[in-house]
Nanobody, 124 residues
């Protein structure tokens, strides 16, 4: 049974930092590209960052470039999203996602596996 379990969300003040983790099981994690999406209330679910199976290539949405960092530990079957200099507009539910093959920008239709999401709230 495939599982992606996110953790690390919470409430933080603007300018603060959070690190999200996504623990994977039920598939060969080291052969999958992984990513993070987010969905704010009343908005579409948008891509935030993606990373290749090896971790050698990453992609960031313009809105988070320079503030967020995606990385992975294949020995631990875990992908992370380090979020620094958080802004109120970063408030959303953050979802971990996985897919075979690589494209830097994914549509929701291209995601094979989804986590259930973790809430991030940034207060001003």
């Amino acid at each position: 049974q495939v599982q992606l379990v996110e953790s690390g969300g919470g409430l933080v003040q603007a300018g603060g930092s959070l690190r999200l983790s996504c623990s994977a099981s039920g598939f060969v994690f080291s052969t999958y590209a992984m990513g993070w999406f987010r969905q704010a209330p009343g908005k579409e679910r948008d891509i935030v960052a993606t990373i290749t199976w090896s971790g050698g290539t990453t992609y960031y949405a313009d809105s988070v470039k320079g503030r967020f960092s995606i990385f992975r530990d294949n020995a631990k079957n875990t992908v992370y999203l380090q979020m620094n200099s958080l802004k109120p507009e970063d408030t959303a539910v953050y979802y971990c996602a996985g897919r075979q093959g690589w494209r830097n920008v994914w549509s929701q239709d291209e995601v094979e596996y989804w986590g259930h999401g973790t809430q991030v709230t940034v207060s001003s």
